[in-house]
Nanobody
Framework: VQLQASGGGLVQTGGSLRLSCAASGSIFSINGMGWYRQAPGKQRELVAGISSGGNLNYVDDVKGRFTISMDNAKKSVYLQMNSLKPEGTAVYYC???????????????WGQGTQVTVSS
């Protein structure tokens, strides 16, 4: 199982970016997907999460600006980021709780990270 993230880049304050993350491999089921970020010198933190049932979770400072969505058929999760701020500069990682084919348990998989830089 692999997760491939894309969509990062350099954007000015107030701009927008859309991150994408696709899961591939022998996947039986996905329970939920999400996005984390890690800024230099800081711990990785949850940005947004979405369950297979559609429940959403956002960190307070992105509420109203970021939107997470999931396409079950494409095994993909997206993060639409609007009104970006310099403090949003970080490496963004996607993750997914996946039950691989032939396994009875769940495991959390991570993408490789994509850099988002917001200039002031």
């Amino acid at each position: 199982v692999q997760l491939q993230a894309s969509g990062g880049g350099l954007v000015q304050t107030g701009g927008s970016l859309r991150l994408s993350c696709a899961a591939s491999g022998s996947i039986f089921s996905i329970n939920g997907m999400g996005w984390y970020r890690q800024a230099p010198g800081k711990q990785r933190e949850l940005v947004a999460g979405i369950s297979s049932g559609g429940n959403l979770n956002y960190v307070d400072d992105v509420k109203g600006r970021f939107t997470i969505s999931m396409d079950n058929a494409k095994k993909s999760v997206y993060l639409q980021m609007n009104s970006l701020k310099p403090e949003g500069t970080a490496v963004y990682y996607c993750n997914a709780d996946i039950r691989a084919t032939g396994y009875s348990g769940w495991a959390r998989y991570w993408g490789q990270g994509t850099q988002v830089t917001v200039s002031s």
